[in-house]
């Protein structure tokens, strides 16, 4: 459109030019030839160049107007491109502007003779930034810190935001100079953590970051971007607080853990986990008082699998709920049946007690698999009470207004501290089995296990200790005054057929050896 008409306009306007000449000469050759007359010539002459220098200003005229339009047109297509291109809160590229940016990157780099390398950085839990002071401060976060990455980044990076709250910067790299990209993107990561004055509140923000390089001619941003993700993905599980470079393993890993979420799906709806039962006994007499249900996936293929293959990809993709579901439902209907009344213990994840249903949940499965309250204890961790302490503590007063009891799962690993055991009033305390492994090596072990006894002792709750492996074991626990004990001494994991037999024994029948087969798992 612009060129037809500038072709257009054009000629006509040198063609009209050329008249004028023309014109001119041959007026004033009339003008000459007709003297002082008037003659009719020279009033056809005068009247054309008359006409021919109106058609002149008025091609002029019409010239310069489509050349404005021209400009105007071009300008707001640029503005357009422009906005289409950048993240209107930061001013920053956003995705499409990055990868329109590869193009660039990619030359410059070939011809450097260097990698096109992209730096992902993700702040951590931004989104309780907006929660707890509100939007507008945090916009004003993420403007300040894209600020502070631009100006770090320096001039020849392309710095993006390609999520809320997260940051890409594009850049090229010595192939031998890892080093140098490392030290860039630890100085982003330092700008940003720093804490931010806002309105007299001092904000503090997390952060993880990750890094991939590629040679310029395998670029294609999408993919690099995709793997610097994946890298500080990594770095945020790990709460790695510096830069993680991307390889190849890492995606190998996603690939299989998208294998077991899919397993995981097919497994529920073929009822493939199953409730595994471990044995607990009154370390005194040697009783069996109840068991605790670990869950074991029945794989048609692979065997049985153990819990910590699965239970944190089910935890991750929301599957846990029904997984739980799935286990403790048929765990309590064969309990139900048993011969004699002993307890029955289950895990509860973290993520469930994030679910404010949790309790009407597991009063329910009780109503439908006709095991009384009374009789059930659910294993929670420190750890998980941290998360949402007020909902936690809602959920086990409610169980425990029904007649459950509570069981601090773990204790003396995570966070340990006086303050859970008066937070919520536990019916059990459970000492981790890393400390009973090292019972005999490790004076500290021991220390700590009698100090958890006499405190538990003074606040009136049982203590279960985990992993007794060894009759020495079990007699130094019993000197500690601990009452209640589990571990392979008295019995691995078993099935509920099996679990069934040995509650009507009462007591477990050979002490040296596990009376289950073992389960198939590198922990077991
Ligand atoms: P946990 O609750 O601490 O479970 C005890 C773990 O110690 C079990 O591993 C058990 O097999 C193992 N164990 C017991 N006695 C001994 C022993 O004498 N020596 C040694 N070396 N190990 C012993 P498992 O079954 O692999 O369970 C791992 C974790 O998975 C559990 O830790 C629990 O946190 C979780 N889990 C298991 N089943 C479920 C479930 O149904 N739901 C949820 N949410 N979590 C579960
Ligand atoms: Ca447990
Ligand atoms: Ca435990």
Redesign the pocket.
């Known amino acids: 459109m612009r060129h037809r008409r500038d072709l257009f306009v054009l000629p006509i306007l040198i063609g009209a030019v050329a008249l004028l000449i023309w014109n001119g000469t041959s007026f004033f050759e009339t003008m000459k030839a007709a003297g002082e007359e008037f003659t009719d010539d020279l009033k056809i002459a005068s009247t054309t160049l008359t006409l021919n220098v109106a058609l002149i200003l008025f091609g002029w005229r019409y010239y310069v107007d489509v050349q404005q339009e021209v400009q105007r047109r071009a300008e707001s297509e640029e503005r357009a491109a422009r906005i289409a291109s950048t993240d209107g809160m930061t001013g920053l590229l956003n995705r499409k502007g990055l990868s329109e940016a590869g193009e660039e990157v990619r030359e410059s780099a070939r011809a450097a003779g260097r990698h096109a390398t992209i730096i992902s950085l993700r702040l951590n839990r931004f989104k309780s930034i907006n929660d707890r002071h509100g939007y507008d401060v945090g916009d004003e976060v993420l403007r300040r810190i894209a600020n502070g990455i631009s100006e770090a980044a320096g001039e020849h990076a392309r710095v993006a935001r390609v999520a809320g709250d997260e940051f890409a910067i594009l850049t090229t790299m010595a192939p031998d100079r890892r080093e140098r990209i490392e030290t860039l993107a630890q100085a982003l990561l330092e700008i940003a953590i720093r804490p931010i004055l806002i309105d007299e509140k001092l904000i503090h923000v997390g952060a993880f970051a990750g890094i991939a390089a590629t040679p310029p001619e395998d670029l294609v941003i999408r993919d690099l971007l995709r793997r610097a993700d994946i890298a500080q993905a990594e770095g945020r599980a790990g709460r790695i607080a510096r830069p993680v470079w991307f390889d190849e393993r890492m995606e190998r890993e996603l690939v299989a853990h998208g294998e077991i979420e899919q397993g995981i799906r097919v497994g529920l709806e073929n009822e493939q986990f199953k ?2 039962f ?1 044995p607990q006994v009154d370390l005194a007499t040697g009783e069996v008082i109840g068991f ?5 996936w029945e794989h048609p293929l692979s065997g049985l699998i ?3 293959r699965f ?1 944190p990809v089910a ?1 991750e993709n929301g599957l ?1 709920d029904e ?2 579901d799935q ?2 439902r048929q765990a309590l209907a064969a309990a139900a049946e048993w011969e004699k009344p002993v307890d029955v213990s ?4 973290a993520t ?1 007690l994030n679910d404010s249903w949790l309790a009407q949940k597991i009063v329910r499965l009780l109503a439908e698999t006709g095991f009384p309250a009374e009789r059930l204890i659910i ?1 929670i ?1 420190e750890s998980s009470l941290f998360a949402d302490p007020e909902l936690a503590r809602a959920i086990t007063t409610s169980l425990k207004n029904q007649g459950v009891r509570v069981a601090l ?2 204790f003396g690993t995570g966070y340990s501290s006086l303050a859970h055991l008066r937070a919520l009033p536990f019916d059990r305390i ?1 000492i ?2 890393s400390f ?2 090292s019972l005999h090596r490790d004076r500290e072990s021991e220390a700590i296990i009698r100090a958890v006894t006499t405190l538990a002792a003074a606040i009136d709750v049982p203590v279960t200790v ?4 060894t009759a020495r074991a079990h007699s130094a626990l019993l000197q500690y005054g601990c009452q209640f004990g ?4 008295f019995g ?2 078993m099935s509920s057929d099996q679990a069934a037999q040995l509650v009507r024994k009462r007591e477990p029948e050979a002490r040296t050896e596990a009376p289950a087969k073992p ?1 198939k ?1 590198s ?2």
């Open positions: 409730p595994y471990e605790e249900v670990l869950a074991r153990g819990p910590d239970i935890e846990i997984l739980s286990v403790a289950i895990n509860i994840s469930q294993e961790t799962d773990d459970k981790d089995r009973t492994a985990e992993g007794v492996e589990q571990g392979w001494f691995k994991p389960a798992r922990r077991a």
